[in-house]
């Protein structure tokens, strides 16, 4: 089975930077990663790291153990990955980090189960996990998730109220996705209760 991002180590540069793991001082400590399942921790990386905010450079380095899944062995890998700040319009950055394989931009890497270095989800070839669901599925999970981001009801079809402090040009654009997916949901719907009522008119008219 194709692995998807949701299965992977995945390092996000914008969250290590606004939970100041990442800063314009070098600072070290240890990444952790923890099961979904049971809450404990499950695998760590330790880091050092730092950003210069008026060159729009930094690196950050990466020390941490793999086991082999072939023959058991274990490995330490010690990586250095370059760090890269677009300047904006208004002053500031967005970083990426540079991928350690393919030298390409990217705001997040990852470690597959199997790989020994984190890279770029083109690396691996990583979907999500949305991507594999039906169109109906996926719908109603984007739809879940606006209605979540807008204190909403979960209802399909259930009114949305503009949250306050949200400018009324977000809120117009997440209504306007919204629609978006729950047309998809209606029309799938709809099309099952079709698709159901055919089956039974037919079973009907068999003597």
């Not at 952790?32 to 990386?45: D, E, L, M, R």
């Not at 677009?86 to 002053?91: D, W």
């Not at 540079?98 to 990217?106: A, K, L, M, Q, S």
Request: aromatic share 8%; glycine share 10%; with cysteine.
């Amino acid at each position: 089975m194709r692995c998807v991002v949701e299965g992977t180590l995945t390092l996000d540069i914008g969250r290590l930077i606004h939970d100041g793991t990442i800063g314009p001082e070098n600072r070290e400590g240890i990444l952790a990663w923890h099961n979904k399942v049971t809450g404990t921790q499950s695998v760590t990386v330790g880091f050092a790291g730092e950003i210069d905010s008026e060159t729009g450079r930094g690196e950050l380095h990466l020390s941490y153990q793999v086991t082999d899944p072939w023959d058991g062995t274990q490995h330490t890998i010690n990586e250095w990955i370059e760090l890269e700040g677009l300047p904006q319009p208004f002053g500031g950055f967005i970083w990426y980090f540079r991928c350690p394989i393919t030298d390409r931009r990217c705001r997040k890497l990852h470690k597959h189960p199997g790989g020994r270095r984190f890279a770029s989800r083109q690396v691996y070839r990583l979907s999500y996990a949305s991507q594999s669901k039906a169109p109906y599925e996926r719908a109603v999970a984007q739809a879940q998730k606006i209605r979540k981001k807008l204190g909403a009801h979960m209802g399909i079809g259930a009114p949305v109220y503009r949250p306050s402090g949200m400018h009324q040009a977000t809120f117009e654009r997440h209504v306007e996705r919204l629609e978006r997916y729950e047309h998809v949901v209606a029309a799938c719907l709809t099309q099952n209760l079709f698709k159901a009522h055919r089956r039974l008119t037919s079973r009907s008219k068999k003597p």
